[in-house]
């Protein structure tokens, strides 16, 4: 399929220019940052980065700031977050833009992005009137037993550059609501969407009167996220990135008793039964595997397909594959727009050279898009005689590895034979398959879908995964708990002292 011809440089500096403009944001210019655009591999502005001393006042300020906001009612919290998502509506395409710009993401996938910042200060806003404790029936006479929860601190949030806004927000509305104030380290790579971002946060909090260091932007590289990392003040490091990067924060938070929540790496995978609509699986493939380039951490990278539905289903997908409109990702008709670098076109190069050694045939794709610059790349499906090393990996790009299962116990023995445990899915109209799919001794992810693929998910659930994908969860449901801190309260309203246990002293 011809290929969209990515704008040059300058037309992207000027969308870009244009986008801040009308959020209000100003760049820093200086030095020490480079705002890249993957669209072209080239720098669109150089900006200042922080200091390790701006680092530290940043945290400082936002410790501060939470004196005041922990006592402020979570209601009067929630209308900060309403008011932000007044702004995130207003200024949905502006952000959009950004979005595409730094991360390289089609159109329709980067307004996806600003609206699951929407859609988290809506949860949010009810949260802020739903932060509920429980009350507990004391085995003692004239006693109630009740538990409260209590604002944290400051929550450090580190995002990356595949969802440079969205992971943001999931942790920034939900911290706010919960009395938290916020210090943001966002990827190298999307520095100017974090600038936007932060500053309609900072115009939210103005309009409110909220305190001006609730949240706090920090720009900088792997050395400002450590400093954030290994700081006392910080409460809360909510970390999204690479298991390496995750084997590095867990340790290093637990070491001074901090909390940490991690979103790793994913290596998801889809069953797909004989009895698939295999119509349905086709598109719910192509998109979970080829959409965002492969760049999602929920992106469907292993396919546990029946040989008896083999050969048909892998048809339709190389089919589908080689009518992906690949190019400039701000034409409506792209599906698949540039990975992050070259250095990302380099490591799938180098996953598929690995593949075919481990015996992987490449049935379509893994090739570059000639291009003047940006890293352009065919998505690949890969047929492979077992789950071999490669597999195992998460390689970050838009690869789909493809093996073939006999039985049930089969498929879910692959699915879970991987380190890492994000998403999953299973793609059958057999209601006990799918059930066995769910239950205790079938997907070990945190994420398990039926009839849709790996990628993709509503901001209602809670989001995140085991094994080395980390453990944390995000976003909706009671995620919110680990925002806070809960305190067990034991009341007395009797006029005698009654011991627990049956204890007598005294
Ligand atoms: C990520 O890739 O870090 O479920 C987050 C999804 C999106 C979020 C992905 N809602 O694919």
Redesign the pocket.
Known sequence: RATAVPPTTDEVRARVRAALDRVGATVPEGTGLAARTPITGDTLFELRADTAADTDAAIGAAAEAFRAWRTTPAPARGELVRTFGELLRAHKADLAVLVTAEAGKIASEALGEVQ?MIDICDFAVGLSRQLYGRSIASERPGHRLAETYHPLGVVGVIS?F??PA??WAWNTAIALVCGDAVVWKPSELTPLISLAASHLLDRAIAATGAPADVHRLVLGDRAAGERVVDDPRVALVSA?GSTRMGREVGPRVAARFGRSLL?LGGNNAAVVAPSADLRLATAGIVFAAAGTAGQ???TLRRLIVHEDVADDLVGRLTAAYAGLPIGDPYDDATLVGPLISDRAADTMAAALEQARAEGGEVLVGGTRVPTPGGAYVRPAIVRMPAQTAIVREETFAPVLYVLTYRTFEEAVALHNDVPQGLSSSIFTQDQREAERFLAADGSDCGIANVNIGT???EIGGA?GGEKETGGGRESGSDAWRAYMRRATNTINYSDTLTLAQNVSFL
Request: glycine content about 6%; hydrophobic content about 40%.
């Open positions: 699951e990356a595949n969802f969205a992971v999204t979103e999602r951490c929920t990628s993709g998910a989001f």
